[in-house]
């Protein structure tokens, strides 16, 4: 375990800007947070004194020089955020202000807090487990609502106490595959290899969702939707619907956008960032002209995307140019593990073809279509509809989702480990080789957990975590 002998400070609020903010809250943790904070009290007033949870008017100062009037409250340990100790400083968010408190802070015997060091220590003291620190982080770098309540579900400990169940789950085999290699002779209730294989299948069909939850999970914090298609079929024009505002030029003249313009948009809570591209048609690599950049632009932007949007006018007849790009566009996705959705727009003016049979047209029938009117918003509705269905944004309320790319990393470790040892044992593996194995499945628990981890890899946890969590 490591030391947290020293008392830390650190801004908990936002930076304010040059103009400050309307208040900002320093927190300073530690043994000796209730003393040092004390040092910066005007004299007279006894801070340890003051009861937890209490919110208390003071002045503060140093060498005599005013600081601000600000609130205090004071967090007695165990029972703290850090578990240890801990004052509030509630100020005026004036930048020279801060700085004088953090200055006096400093002189007065603590140190500038690390990125995370509040919450690790909260970790170290047992106040929460690595799992549960780690849905802080992605609380606080939450971009839309869905990434919010996953956080939150996560801190709540949703994820670690399924976890811990399948520990139970596994040291229940761990126990009785010991009990009969110690004791072969004695009648005691060990277990039969189909029994133990029949436990470890129960373990995987665990493991499984959550495996197969990674991709639904990562994708809460955002996506990029790439909009592309020839040109003149109304890429801005959904754009714009879809933000509900004009942000992309539109005119009857193709070729307008040469450029990728942005914007961002929530599908049921989840971000995304919205790229209308510049018209594609099919031309030399090796034009050097403003719509020959515009379209490597576009091809470039498709790479990245995880959805792409694929438009059509259904006014003109569909060329072979149409196909040439979704067959692109699916060659891009099945690299990249993309998704692709086919939109038929301009459904407002007479159609040279049927809407509904696009992907037979373009010679992709298994791909999913939506048929819209960017310029009356007819059909946008059943767009983002489909979009969240196809990008599977739905969490039901008793989902459990990875969303850290360590966790999945871990799970996949132990799910490899169960399943060799499954094998092993129809094959005939001896049950003390078997234990040794899974004995290393319960120790990558653990580490998911937070046990056993060296300093060094905590380092790397919480480095991306703010100053002043």
């Known amino acids: 375990m490591e030391s947290t002998v020293d008392t830390i400070y650190a801004l908990a609020t936002s930076a304010p800007s040059v103009e400050g903010s309307g208040i900002a809250i320093v927190r300073v943790s ?50 703290s955020y850090s578990g240890e100790d801990t004052v509030e400083f509630h100020l005026h968010g004036g930048i020279s202000i801060i700085r004088s408190l953090q200055k006096a802070l400093r002189l007065s015997g603590a140190r500038p807090a690390e990125p995370g060091e509040f919450t690790r220590r909260a970790f170290l003291n047992g106040r929460i487990d690595l799992v549960q620190a780690e849905a802080i982080a992605s609380l606080v770098s939450a971009r839309g609502n869905a990434a919010q309540r996953e956080a939150l579900r996560q801190r709540s400990g949703t994820l670690s106490e399924r976890l811990t169940a399948i520990r139970k789950m596994l040291r229940d085999i761990l126990a009785k595959l010991e009990v009969d290699f110690d004791y072969p002779e004695e009648a005691v209730d060990g277990i039969a290899g189909p029994e133990a294989v029949g436990q470890l299948d129960a373990i995987l069909s665990e493991l499984d969702p959550l495996l197969r939850s990674y991709d639904k999970g990562s994708i809460l914090r955002g996506f990029r939707l790439a909009i592309i298609g020839l040109p003149n079929v109304g890429k801005s024009s959904l754009l714009n619907a879809l933000l509900e505002e004009n942000r992309a030029i539109v005119t009857s003249s193709p070729g307008t956008t040469r450029d990728v313009v942005s914007g961002t948009l929530s599908f049921g809570g989840v971000p995304a960032e919205l790229l209308d591209t510049a018209g594609i048609r099919i031309i030399s690599d090796s034009l050097d002209t403003a719509e020959a950049e515009g379209i490597r632009r576009s091809w470039h932007e498709t790479e990245r995307a995880d959805l792409v949007l694929v438009v059509f006018d259904t006014s003109i007849p569909i060329v072979k140019e149409n196909v040439e790009i979704v067959a692109r566009v699916r060659q891009i996705a099945e690299d990249t593990g993309a998704t692709v959705l086919l939109v038929s727009n301009k459904s407002d003016l007479f159609s040279a073809w049927e809407p509904s049979i696009i992907g037979a047209l373009v010679e992709a029938p298994d791909m999913p279509h939506v048929v819209v009117s960017a310029t009356r918003g007819e059909g946008i509705a059943e767009l983002r509809a489909k ?40 094959a005939g593996l001896a049950q003390d080789v078997a234990a040794t194995e899974l004995w290393g499945a319960d120790r990558a628990i653990g580490r998911l957990l937070g046990e056993g981890l060296a300093a060094v890899d905590l380092d790397e946890i919480f480095s991306r975590f703010c100053i002043g969590k």
């Not at 944004?393 to 459990?400: K, R, S, T, W």
């Not at 132990?414 to 040892?421: A, G, H, Q």
């Open 30 to 79: 530690g043994p000796d947070a209730i003393s040092i904070a004390g040092k910066v009290v005007k004299p007279g007033i006894d801070i340890a004194s003051v009861p937890n949870r209490v919110f208390r008017l003071v002045d503060i100062e140093f060498d005599e020089v005013p600081i601000d009037t600000c609130g205090i409250l004071i967090f007695r340990g165990p029972k």
């Open 387 to 426: 979009v969240r269905e196809i990008m599977d944004l739905e969490v039901q309320p008793d989902e459990i989702l990875l969303t850290e790319a360590r966790h999945r990393a871990i799970i996949r470790e132990i799910n490899t480990i169960l399943s060799d040892v499954r094998k092993g044992i129809e």
